[in-house]
């Protein structure tokens, strides 16, 4: 059985999704001797923040042009897929669920399979072994173990680190990894789990976006002229589609949405309570419904509602922002 360690750098985290720009791994035999490590450096295809290169947030292991002067992510799929789900081993990272959205977000950009594989977070490994109510930093816990820190945020050395850290684990139980895992099974997280809270993601950013650029498409009917509507947390995320597509319907007869609870007229509440309710409670200017009736006054069955696909809206939105140019 061989332990694979990896890690995975971005040029942005613009709208949730992260634009890798490093792939890094240490692959070692069940005694933690390195077979293998490699940096795999790749054209993120998107501009890097203003934060990674300032020195504000992190700084990256390589000159942006080197990363600029490479193959983009779709060309290196087949090799990291290959390097991720070989058998017989066992996959790690630090704080992995970061890693792991940010290969089904660029899995999602480039219109490429998600590369499936079962993995393991030495974050949460320690944070459990440690008995702790915090998860660390990598540079905090090769600290805290005496382990020489390489060069932050380049990718091969963070996945070292990352072995270190659970070979000192291993030593100081004196356990193979694969009893230290079954020690503290929380460590172990799943694929489904991690799609699943990328797809809600997704919408989410998707629904900002919608916001910002929704427009009348109808304006035959002002039923809502002036009426502003704000909806609480709980009914935009119980399905953001069909949040949009409800909005759509209020800025289709005239009336508008808001998030800022302060300037609506009509505040929808959803089951249980959020920030945006407790400030609608405290004004009396604004009427308080339920979002039952509130399909009603837009002759609207919740229930039945086709979610607005937010994605082509949005695509379409950009095509005539283009031609209007």
């Known amino acids: 059985m061989n332990y694979l360690f990896f890690d995975i750098e971005c040029a942005n985290c613009d709208n949730g999704m992260g634009k890798i720009c490093s792939f890094g791994y240490v692959l070692c035999d069940s005694s933690f001797n390195i077979i293998e490590k490699k940096d795999l450096l790749i054209n993120p295809d998107a501009k890097f923040s203003y934060g990674v290169f300032s020195k504000k947030y992190i700084t990256l292991g390589y000159p942006q042009s080197e990363f600029l002067k490479q193959p983009k992510f779709d060309e290196m799929y087949p090799l990291i897929r290959e390097i991720l789900t070989k058998p017989n081993q066992i996959v790690l990272g630090h704080a992995v669920d970061n890693d792991v959205n940010f290969l089904l977000g660029d899995c999602d950009r480039y219109n490429l399979p998600i590369i499936e594989f079962d993995f393991f977070d030495s974050q949460e490994l320690y944070r459990v072994y440690t008995n702790s109510a915090l998860h660390k930093n990598l540079s905090a816990i090769c600290q805290e173990l005496d382990i020489a820190v390489g060069n932050a945020h380049r990718s091969d050395d963070d996945a070292e680190m990352t072995m270190q850290v659970v070979k000192t684990m291993c030593k100081k139980q004196g356990l193979e990894l694969a009893e230290l895992l079954k020690k503290y099974p ?49 009914v935009e995320s ?24 302060t300037t609506a007229l009509y ?26 009736a509130f399909a009603k006054m837009l002759n609207t069955n919740y229930a039945t509602l086709a979610p607005l696909n937010m994605e082509k809206y949005l695509a379409k939105h950009k095509k005539t922002k283009k031609s209007h140019k």
């Open 186 to 234: 929380t460590s172990n997280h799943k694929m489904s789990h991690l799609i699943k809270k990328h797809k809600e993601r997704k919408q989410y950013f998707l629904f900002k976006q919608y916001l910002k650029a929704a427009k009348r498409q109808n304006d035959k009917d002002n039923t809502l002229e002036g009426k502003v509507f704000c909806f609480s947390r709980k």
């Open 238 to 261: 119980l399905n953001y589609g069909k949040a949009a597509k409800l909005i759509q319907k209020v800025i289709d007869l005239g009336g508008s949405y808001t998030t800022d609870v």
């Open 267 to 292: 505040f929808v509440r959803g089951k249980g309570g959020c920030d945006r309710l407790t400030k609608a409670l405290k004004d009396s200017n604004i009427s308080i419904i339920t979002l039952g």
